[in-house]
């Protein structure tokens, strides 16, 4: 079949993300005698200064990983909670009954500095000085911007220009959204004082985790709390101040925990815990394993049936989601297990399901009230495949991707996201905005995602890991927001049960549903609604709409910004999407 770019295959190390500046600087950190984790975090901070429309530092970091020394998988939880003060009583006064997707309100706790350097601490080997370094030329000294940052800035121009000054004088110089070579020394002098305050005392170890206290204890808290303080307009159409306190931030640490994974034949597919969407793929995955000898791909592309199954597993298992996943007590035993499986499948037919049908995993599902409200709420770009920003600011799940692997054998896929340009204002002396995560909450009360004070969100941030025959062998993933989870499954449908290698299951046309609702405000979902690419053939679709689907055809490459690497018998391989015109992979 015809792919973008060759598989890259090598011996030394191979990096993959969704832009070359950050795969060029992660291959720069393993040729310096860096190891795969260094790598990552230094291909990290890169993304911050290059994507800022799509993560920033104040934004979240998990990720999945794997060491030469231990194939035992982990994950990381550089994802903040709510704010101590980020109470259903305090929105309820607001007269809110979502939570806005801009502003202040909805900030977390950032997690991305303290995820990184904590993964740095423990499994790198470079100096936090040497890793922050390449971000910090790019912040010094000026980034090349791609045409989507300056199309952000764009659409969110006037919203800068009335209500956030401090974006404004950043992102619009001259009052013309900035493109070419962008500069932004206030992040370039935050995190230079930031290494000054890590370097007082000595040894590696000793400062990072200084590093790390410069910022929640530090000047970076100071000055998030004192900026919180002031109001904002977001897209709820009224100024807020935000809840955000240097408490919050002190209170708070990055950890590791242990992944959900399950069995699918020889191969062991591992994602992050229920408190994120990240088990929806293993739900799917499972879901289709019995429709396995029914899945088929014929020069690269899905078949109608194929596709159909898959939109119907995807439904059944962010129905699941909605009703049970959260920061608390999933029944991952029961949703993930073979007899719940099996109930759940019964439930595929040949036609298109127009219904939101959770199971009963732990007793009767409950679904949010607000839902039917939301049923077929159309917002703007509603059904394209990359998440839009609309005019207040919001930002319907956008983010970055890389996975990283070296000779030794250490594995890493990572999903930074949050603290987007565009999505809350610019806090000045710092030159980063905070996060908008907190608008995945739900504020009506008694659900898994409901929200409380230091709880985190239920996220849809979502790196992938797969071992074969007990073997680590593939990182990926992709941004995407409620997406991710389905252009994943087309990845691992083409992988493994298409026989297509990295760049040609990435290649493949794809697909997703937005029959449940989004994570993202204004939360609307279309039950029937299927966004496809239009590779996969007009007979296909026309059969997909025959059998009850609303297909939209979002064009020939428009769906997924995947990317991946794997490892086999020593040899490194490594690919990338060619959608969107920046993402790469690099390797030797």
Same mark, same amino acid.
């Given at each position: 079949?015809?792919?973008?770019?060759?598989?890259?295959?090598?011996?030394? #190390?191979?990096?993959?993300?969704?832009?070359?500046?950050?795969?060029?600087?992660?291959?720069?950190?393993?040729?310096?005698?860096?190891?795969?984790?260094?790598?990552?975090? =230094?291909?990290?901070?890169?993304?911050?200064?290059?994507?800022?429309?799509?993560?920033?530092?104040?934004?979240?970091?998990?990720?999945?990983?794997?060491?030469?020394?231990?194939?035992?998988?982990?994950?990381?939880?550089?994802?903040?909670?709510?704010?101590?003060?980020?109470?259903?009583?305090?929105?309820?006064?607001?007269?809110?009954?979502?939570?806005?997707?801009?502003?202040?309100?909805?900030?977390?706790?950032?997690?991305?500095?303290?995820?990184?350097?904590?993964?740095?601490?423990?499994?790198?080997?470079?100096?936090?000085?040497?890793?922050?370094?390449?971000?910090?030329?790019?912040?010094?000294?000026?980034?090349?911007?791609?045409?989507?940052?300056?199309?952000?800035?764009?659409?969110?121009?006037?919203?800068?220009?009335?209500?956030?000054?401090?974006?404004?004088?950043?992102?619009?110089?001259?009052?013309?959204?900035?493109?070419?070579?962008?500069?932004?020394?206030?992040?370039?002098?935050?995190?230079?004082?930031?290494? &000054?305050? =890590?370097?007082?005392?000595?040894?590696?170890?000793?400062?990072?985790?200084?590093?790390?206290?410069?910022?929640?204890?530090?000047?970076?808290?100071?000055?998030?709390?004192?900026?919180?303080?002031?109001?904002?307009?977001?897209?709820?159409?009224? %100024?807020?101040?935000?809840?955000?306190?240097?408490?919050?931030?002190?209170?708070?640490?990055?950890?590791?925990?242990?992944?959900?994974?399950?069995?699918?034949?020889?191969?062991?597919?591992?994602?992050?815990?229920?408190?994120?969407?990240?088990?929806?793929?293993?739900?799917?995955?499972?879901?289709?394993?019995?429709?396995?000898?029914?899945?088929?791909?014929?020069?690269?592309?899905?078949?109608?049936?194929?596709?159909?199954?898959?939109?119907?597993?995807?439904?059944?298992?962010?129905? %699941?989601?909605?009703?049970?996943?959260?920061?608390?007590?999933?029944?991952?035993?029961?949703?993930?297990?073979?007899?719940?499986?099996?109930? &759940?499948?019964?439930?595929?037919?040949?036609?298109?399901?127009?219904?939101?049908?959770?199971?009963?995993?732990?007793?009767?599902?409950?679904?949010?009230?607000?839902?039917?409200?939301?049923?077929?709420?159309?917002?703007?770009?509603?059904?394209?495949?990359?998440?839009?920003?609309?005019?207040? #600011?919001?930002?319907?799940?956008?983010?970055?991707?890389?996975?990283?692997?070296?000779?030794?054998?250490?594995?890493?896929?990572?999903?930074?996201?949050?603290?987007?340009?565009?999505?809350?204002?610019?806090?000045?002396?710092?030159?980063?905005?905070?996060?908008?995560?907190?608008?995945?909450?739900?504020?009506?009360?008694?659900?898994?995602?409901?929200?409380?004070?230091?709880?985190?969100?239920?996220?849809?941030?979502?790196?992938?890991?797969?071992?074969?025959?007990?073997?680590?062998?593939?990182?990926?993933?992709?941004?995407?927001?409620?997406?991710?989870?389905?252009?994943?499954?087309?990845?691992?449908?083409?992988?493994?049960?298409?026989?297509?290698?990295?760049?040609?299951?990435?290649?493949?046309? =794809?697909?997703?549903?937005?029959?449940?609702?989004?994570?993202?405000?204004?939360?609307?979902?279309?039950?029937?609604?299927?966004?496809?690419?239009?590779?996969?053939?007009?007979?296909?679709?026309?059969?997909?709409?025959?059998?009850?689907?609303?297909?939209?055809?979002?064009?020939?490459?428009?769906?997924?910004?995947?990317?991946?690497?794997?490892?086999?018998?020593?040899?490194?391989?490594?690919?990338?999407?060619?959608?969107?015109?920046?993402?790469?992979?690099?390797?030797?």
């Amino acid at each position: 079949m015809f792919t973008t770019r060759p598989e890259l295959a090598g011996t030394f #190390g191979m990096v993959a993300s969704t832009h070359w500046l950050a795969s060029a600087t992660g291959m720069a950190v393993l040729e310096d005698g860096g190891n795969a984790f260094d790598a990552a975090v =230094a291909a990290g901070f890169v993304l911050q200064v290059a994507e800022p429309h799509l993560c920033g530092p104040a934004g979240q970091v998990p990720g999945l990983f794997v060491t030469a020394d231990d194939p035992t998988p982990r994950a990381l939880a550089g994802q903040g909670p709510s704010p101590a003060g980020a109470t259903p009583e305090h929105f309820a006064s607001l007269g809110l009954d979502l939570i806005p997707g801009s502003g202040l309100l909805p900030a977390t706790v950032p997690g991305a500095w303290d995820g990184w350097l904590l993964l740095l601490r423990d499994y790198g080997t470079k100096s936090l000085r040497t890793v922050l370094s390449y971000a910090i030329g790019y912040a010094r000294n000026g980034v090349p911007l791609v045409s989507r940052v300056s199309d952000t800035i764009g659409a969110v121009a006037g919203l800068f220009t009335e209500h956030w000054p401090t974006s404004a004088a950043l992102w619009l110089p001259d009052g013309k959204p900035a493109s070419g070579l962008q500069k932004n020394p206030a992040l370039a002098d935050t995190w230079e004082r930031l290494l &000054r305050e =890590a370097e007082a005392v000595p040894g590696r170890e000793a400062q990072i985790d200084a590093g790390r206290r410069a910022w929640s204890q530090g000047f970076v808290a100071e000055a998030i709390e004192e900026f919180s303080r002031t109001a904002f307009r977001d897209d709820s159409g009224r %100024d807020h101040a935000g809840l955000l306190t240097g408490d919050d931030l002190a209170s708070w640490s990055a950890t590791y925990e242990e992944p959900a994974f399950v069995d699918v034949d020889d191969w062991r597919l591992v994602k992050m815990g229920g408190w994120t969407q990240g088990p929806a793929l293993l739900q799917q995955a499972l879901l289709l394993h019995g429709f396995r000898d029914e899945l088929s791909f014929v020069d690269g592309v899905a078949s109608e049936r194929t596709v159909h199954l898959a939109t119907e597993a995807a439904k059944l298992a962010f129905a %699941d989601r909605e009703a049970w996943y959260g920061d608390t007590d999933v029944p991952l035993d029961v949703l993930l297990s073979p007899s719940y499986t099996d109930s &759940r499948r019964a439930l595929i037919t040949d036609t298109a399901s127009d219904s939101l049908r959770p199971g009963d995993a732990r007793g009767p599902a409950r679904l949010p009230a607000i839902l039917d409200s939301l049923r077929g709420v159309r917002v703007e770009g509603g059904a394209t495949g990359e998440p839009t920003v609309g005019p207040q #600011g919001q930002t319907r799940g956008d983010t970055v991707h890389l996975d990283v692997v070296d000779a030794a054998g250490n594995l890493v896929s990572l999903t930074p996201s949050g603290g987007w340009l565009q999505s809350s204002p610019t806090i000045p002396s710092l030159g980063f905005c905070l996060d908008s995560r907190g608008q995945m909450f739900w504020l009506e009360q008694g659900l898994p995602n409901s929200l409380a004070p230091r709880k985190r969100p239920r996220i849809t941030l979502s790196p992938s890991l797969a071992l074969r025959d007990g073997v680590p062998t593939l990182a990926f993933g992709t941004p995407g927001g409620d997406q991710q989870d389905q252009w994943q499954l087309c990845f691992w449908l083409a992988h493994v049960y298409g026989g297509l290698n990295l760049q040609e299951s990435i290649d493949a046309p =794809a697909w997703h549903t937005t029959a449940f609702p989004s994570s993202f405000y204004p939360r609307s979902w279309n039950p029937r609604e299927l966004v496809v690419e239009s590779r996969l053939g007009k007979s296909t679709l026309d059969g997909l709409r025959a059998r009850g689907h609303e297909v939209v055809d979002a064009g020939d490459w428009a769906l997924g910004r995947l990317s991946a690497v794997s490892r086999t018998d020593g040899l490194l391989r490594a690919s990338a999407n060619a959608r969107g015109m920046q993402g790469y992979a690099a390797g030797r």
